[in-house]
Structure formats: C-alpha cells, structure tokens
C-alpha cells in the first residue's frame, strides 16, 4: 500500500496585519503569543512562524528582546520548527527585520522576495473605532507605503541565513518574486529545497482566482522543477478554499489569525489552533497525513533544534 502523502501545516498566530482592536483573540503578549503558539502546534502545525508585539499596546515589535520573552516558553513545550520573520512590519527598515533571526539563528525564517506596494488601508472600510492611537494611522499609510525588499536587502538575508544555518520560508506575492528567487538560485545565493510560500490576496500582490492560484503553481514548476516545496496563504475569508486547491496540487499550508481573523461568516476564530484543525480534518479528509515537526524538518533539509541560538 502506498504511503500517505505528508502536508506540512505552518501557522502564522500574530503577524503584523491585524491590529488588536479588531479581535479580543488576536494575541498581544509574549505570554499570549506563547501560548497560541503551542496551542498550534498541539492541534498539529509542524511549523510556527513568529512575530511579537509589544505587550502595552499591541504594536509590531522587532526587537531581540520582544523574541527572547516568547521563544524559551514556545521551545519548551513543543518540538515545533520555529519560523522567525524578517518580515516585520512594512514601515521597518531592514536592520531592524533582520535582528531576531540573527541573534537567534532559527531554523527557518520568512524572506520577502521583492518590493511591492502592500495596502491594508481597505481594513478601514471595515473597522471604525480603535483602542490604541498607532491603529489607524498605521493602516492609513499603507496607501503611501511601499514594502522594501530591495535585491540588496535580500541577498543580505541570504548572506546571514547561509552564515548561521537558517533556511528560508520564501515569501512570493506575486509572479516576479518567484522569477526573482530563480535568479538567486541561479547564483547559487539560495540552494534547494526551496520552500516557496505564495501569498494570495494582499493590495499590490497577486489575487485569490483559482486561475491566479494555478499560475504561481505552474510557473514555480517550469523555474525549479523538483526543487522545491509549495505552499499557500490565502488572507482574510480565502484562507481556506485557497488552502484546498494547495491540498488538490500537491502543496502544503498556511493558516493562523496572522492572515485570517475569522473561522467562517461572520464568527471570529477563538484561536490559530481552530484554523489548524480545520486544515488537518481537511487534510485527512482527502487521505494525507500531517507532518510531524521532525518530518518537515527532513523534507525542507532544516538544521535541526539543537543548531538554534538560545
């Protein structure tokens, strides 16, 4: 009988999109975020990709010390790949995105794969009252915000991935990141397995059709052929029908309230474990396993825990 195909389950449980007035669920604290994180990885995400924000007010924190109050919690409860963003927020420059991961040398962390335009001044349709002052002003600028992900700032992250072990979780918006991360393939920057996340449904990257889905997979086919791993993260209410068309191709994905606050019409997800449970009954639904944490590590080629920096 032939074995069970293994899909990786990455959940993103904070990011730097949502803003704390528009979910009582949305964890704030290292303690909060500690916990969602191993609420995730309980419920079977084998990756967690990690953001922190300061606790008073819920702003995106970039800062070593933010990391270093939720990591030593999250690595003792759970074997979980932690995956640190160098990402951030787009108003940080790139010396402050890169600090956590190179202080920590992670296994995995997100890498952005080109400059865009990345608008989230849209939430404001929606949301009209706001706890904390930095809220609204924050989406407002993402209309004059272009998201900086210069050739030179990534060959740079590749420079500290390539010194301290980490892999990369490449994060592709739209078809020209993808052709540019064949062009540091092409330069031996970036080595295979490439774990290609694409993103689906951010303003200023590619949309949520089937159609826009099935090109970014064709396209990463015909550039790295068997070298590389697929998966998707549709934002908002496309979070899991653009996970099943992943499921359909062969990919693996994301979820979490990073990307998507609600658990379906109308009904705010409680936690990032609930979308990862979603996501594994649909996984097994369609006869594949999960993968254990030690499994991604094996098909992504990862270091391995004991390589992190405390």
């Not at 078809?175 to 290609?196: G, M, Q, W």
């Not at 990073?258 to 449970?277: F, K």
């Amino acid at each position: 009988m032939a074995r069970a195909r293994k899909v990786i389950i990455t959940c993103a449980v904070t990011g730097a999109i949502h803003t704390p007035s528009m979910s009582p669920w949305l964890p704030i604290t290292a303690e909060q975020i500690a916990d969602a994180a191993i609420g995730a990885a309980s419920a079977g995400a084998a990756i967690i990709h990690l953001h922190a924000r300061d606790p008073e007010s819920g702003r995106p924190d970039q800062s070593v010390e933010a990391f270093g109050r939720i990591l030593p919690r999250v690595r003792a409860a759970t074997d979980a790949v932690l995956n640190l963003t160098t990402g951030g927020a787009p108003w940080m420059g790139v010396e402050e995105r890169i600090a956590p991961a190179a202080h920590f040398r992670p296994e995995v962390a997100s890498l952005n794969m080109g400059s865009m335009n990345f608008g989230l001044f849209p939430m404001l349709d929606r949301y009209k009252d706001f706890k904390f002052d930095w809220e609204r002003p924050a989406l407002e600028a993402t209309r004059d915000v272009v998201f900086r992900n210069t050739f030179a700032d990534i060959e740079a992250i590749l420079a500290l991935g390539r010194e301290n072990g980490t892999r990369f979780e490449f994060e592709c918006y739209d078809t020209a990141h993808l052709y540019n991360l064949a062009h540091f393939a092409d330069r031996k920057l970036a080595e295979p397995p490439f774990f290609i996340q694409t993103v689906f449904g951010i303003l200023g990257g590619i949309g949520t059709h089937p159609d826009d889905v099935g090109h970014m997979r064709r396209t990463s086919d015909r550039l790295f052929g068997s070298d590389y791993e697929w998966s998707v993260l549709g934002a908002g209410r496309y979070q899991m029908p653009i996970a099943a068309m992943s499921l359909a191709m062969g990919g693996h994905v994301r979820v979490g309230l990073e990307d998507n606050l609600w658990a379906g019409p109308g009904r705010l997800a409680t936690s990032s474990a609930e979308q990862v449970g979603v996501a594994r009954r649909m996984i097994e639904a369609l006869g594949f396993e999960i993968a254990t944490p030690d499994c991604a590590r094996a098909i992504l080629r990862l270091k391995g825990s004991a390589d992190v920096g405390a």
